[in-house]
């Protein structure tokens, strides 16, 4: 898999060098391009930004970048462009498991105020383009969110997780949340471990631990279990 961010935050990114996804860029399993928005500018203020048309406060992302960027960064059809938006689709765990098998990925970061429209509709004639919202709440850029993304769906990435059983058993991938988890000691601080998971009986175990998912989700949130 390919990934490109395009940002006006370039260093933002440096982070994606370490850890798991550090090492799956070093052994080629993701190939990830950082492009600064800025160095497709062409005025001496190397500016992005004026504006809107219409009035009101905050400045627009203007289109002439954008698009030189994706000229440069778009190859084929086949990459898909994601804007992280305050107004896009929910980006949830089934988002993250469609966007790990993708072949290239292109992250637009722009600003709360956003983006003229124009770059959206141009881009979506030259790849599959979707807004992505991380949820409810007001962030002043694109970047936070995609590191979010890019963790989400680079895990789920053939190859990038050692062990692909540990990707099984979490939140949300059976629609319910996890079971709480315990290792030793086995009473800490007068804490029990609840005494089925030192029994030693798997089937007793495994029906405890969905007992627990459902209690969990109906608590927490009973909005997964809406048919
Ligand atoms: N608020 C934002 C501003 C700019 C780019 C993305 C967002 C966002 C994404 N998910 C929630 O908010």
């Known amino acids: ?10 260093e ?35 500016t992005v930004d004026d504006t809107p ?24 059809e086949s ?11 929910r980006f949830t765990q089934a988002t993250a498991r469609e966007l790990a098998l993708e072949p290239h990925l292109v992250f637009g970061c722009g600003r709360y105020e956003g983006i003229d429209q124009r770059v959206i509709a141009h881009t979506a004639t030259r790849a599959r383009v979707r807004e992505v919202s ?5 962030l002043n850029g694109g970047e936070v969110a995609v590191m ?15 062990n692909p059983e540990s990707l099984t058993e979490e939140s949300h991938e059976d629609g ?14 007068d804490l029990e471990v609840p005494p089925v998971l030192l029994s030693g009986n798997h089937g007793a175990i495994a029906a405890w631990r969905h007992e627990q998912q459902l209690e969990r989700t109906r ?8 048919p």
């Open 1 to 10: 898999m390919r990934i490109d961010i395009i940002s006006i935050f370039p």
């Open 12 to 46: 933002f990114f440096g982070v994606l060098d370490i850890s798991l996804l550090g090492k799956a860029r070093e052994r080629g399993i993701i190939d990830l391009g950082v492009h600064n928005l800025r160095d497709f500018t062409h005025d001496r203020h190397r």
């Open 53 to 76: 048309y219409g009035g009101g406060a905050g400045m627009v992302m203007k289109p002439e970048p954008w698009g030189e960027a994706f000229d440069q960064v778009l190859q084929d």
């Open 79 to 89: 990459s898909v462009v994601i804007f992280p938006s305050p107004a896009g689709e």
């Open 134 to 138: 991380l949820g409810d709440y007001v």
């Open 148 to 162: 979010a993304m890019i963790e989400a769906i680079g895990r789920l990435v053939p190859g990038v997780v050692g």
């Open 176 to 189: 319910l949340l996890e079971y709480p988890s315990y290792t030793k000691p086995a009473v800490w601080r």
């Open 219 to 226: 608590r927490v949130r009973p909005d997964l279990l809406q």
